[in-house]
């Protein structure tokens, strides 16, 4: 872990500051005034709670997966709400670029699951292994099979780090070599790479695949981070940073993608499009891209910052639930409806966060919107009306560009900008961005987590 003194001084306004802030976003953002909520704050009891004997499934306790259990808590009387996971931390991954840029301790990104579960909702500390959803049960790896009335698949993603030959996790942090993706401990050991680096510069790349991404954001933040670091220890006169895109772009929404391109031009950054990774040597520092032409290209580095191929996880993918057509069948994803996020052959099953085919939003802000269209059209299902609410696919994502600078970034399911905040605007750097994803956004998290937003 790096030192104390290699973590660089940030903003942190005092609470009177905070809260006149926060009075001023209030009205006007739903992720802004979700933060504002006390994570103390006593629940109020549900109202006209449903009545029902139904046994509802939840696969997987991240985000999504405790939002929903925590609402369908509060909501029925009398449902048996079983929780499929045998993860026992639970990582509050969008701080993972604050880790691993040398803002924040990794113990901040770290909770315990059980903290989130409400009393009543079975956990079983296991993983799903098999689906069979003709016959609404689930086998775990213990070979225990639990039935089910309704489902909700919240599983994640998969991290392909294997993709990439020679590509080992447990060398992250050594020889150059970062990653964001992959844990607390990776996030902190990309900073110790990092922050190495910085002293005296030299070739960094930075990579991005040609799968759908959790946080598809956080490649170009770690650049720009980068970039800033560099300049801060007066060593980016005596650096190179590539970025290596699989893509013919770096960003799905055209006016992000260009403003992005623009800025690292005046960076100095270069971006070579239709380079995948698919090779690391990292005791030797060199990684191989692969051309659309067939062509193998080695590039040596001192730092490199890998983003793995990622898809649903195999338990989906090679399941009946995954997508079969289209672009949504090639990395597997949970084949759901994009506006109800019903699963579209399986009425009784919804998804919700990574694991869904959906065209965009694979972040913490779209599960802030659509944690609540999920649990009210499973609600509907189950009363035996069609599901009434449907999401546009919002996503946020603080784009960070240097310490106390980030571009707030809103958009929805087709790729149009829909800024909440009017007093922010997204092409612009603003202090209140980075306020927000370094102050307010942790407490946001935990509202959705607990159901309470």
Not at 92 to 116: E, I, S
Not at 252 to 278: A, C, M, Y
Not at 374 to 395: C, H, I
Request: charged fraction near 25%.
């Amino acid at each position: 872990m790096a030192s104390d003194e290699s973590r660089l001084s940030h903003p942190d306004p005092s609470r009177r500051q905070f809260l006149k802030l926060g009075s001023t976003l209030l009205p006007f953002s739903a992720v802004a005034s979700s933060a504002l909520l006390s994570t103390a704050q006593a629940e109020a009891p549900a109202k006209n709670q449903q009545k029902t004997r139904a046994k509802i499934v939840i696969i997987g306790s991240g985000l999504g997966g405790l939002a929903a259990a925590n609402r369908l808590h509060r909501e029925l009387d009398g449902a048996k709400i079983t929780i499929i996971d045998r993860k026992q931390e639970h990582n509050y991954q969008p701080g993972y670029t604050l880790v691993a840029t040398g803002v924040w301790p990794k113990d901040k990104v770290r909770d315990r699951n059980r903290d989130f579960i409400p009393s009543g909702v079975e956990w079983v500390q296991e993983m799903a292994i098999e689906f069979e959803p003709e016959q609404n049960r689930v086998r775990t790896e213990s070979g225990k099979t639990i039935e089910y009335d309704y489902m909700i698949v919240a599983l994640g993603l998969q991290l392909n780090y294997g993709a990439i030959e020679g590509m080992d996790v447990k060398a992250i942090g050594d020889n150059g070599l970062g990653s964001v993706y992959y844990s607390p401990d990776a996030a902190e050991a990309t900073w110790k790479a990092m922050d190495q680096f910085r002293q005296k510069g030299g070739q960094a790349i930075m990579t991005l695949p040609n799968t759908f991404l959790k946080c598809a954001g956080a490649p170009l933040k770690m650049t720009f981070m980068l970039d800033s670091r560099l300049r801060e220890a007066g060593s980016r006169q005596a650096s190179k940073i590539d970025f290596y895109s699989a893509l013919k772009n770096i960003f799905s929404v055209k006016v992000i993608n260009d403003e992005v391109l623009k800025r690292w031009r005046g960076l100095d950054i270069p971006v070579n499009f239709e380079h995948q990774l698919t090779a690391i040597d990292i005791a030797a520092r060199k990684a191989s891209f692969s051309l659309p032409n067939g062509q193998i290209e080695q590039r040596e580095y001192d730092f490199i910052h890998v983003v793995p191929p990622m898809s649903a996880p195999d338990v989906i993918r090679q399941s009946v639930l995954a997508s079969t057509e289209g672009v949504m069948a090639k990395g597997g994803w949970l084949e759901v409806d994009k506006k109800t996020l019903q699963h579209k052959r399986f009425p009784n099953i919804f998804g919700l966060g990574d694991i869904n085919g959906t065209p965009r939003g694979k972040t913490a802000a779209t599960i802030k919107k659509s944690a609540p269209i999920v649990v009210q059209n499973l609600l509907d299902v189950m009363a035996g009306k069609s599901p009434s609410l449907e999401f546009d696919g919002y996503t946020s994502c603080p784009l960070l560009l240097r310490e106390g600078a980030a571009l707030l970034i809103e958009f929805d399911g087709d790729g149009n900008l829909t800024p909440s905040l009017p007093m922010i605007e997204p092409l612009q750097d603003s202090w209140m961005a980075w306020l927000m994803k370094y102050r307010l956004l942790k407490p946001a998290y935990l509202s959705v987590l607990k159901g309470r937003v």
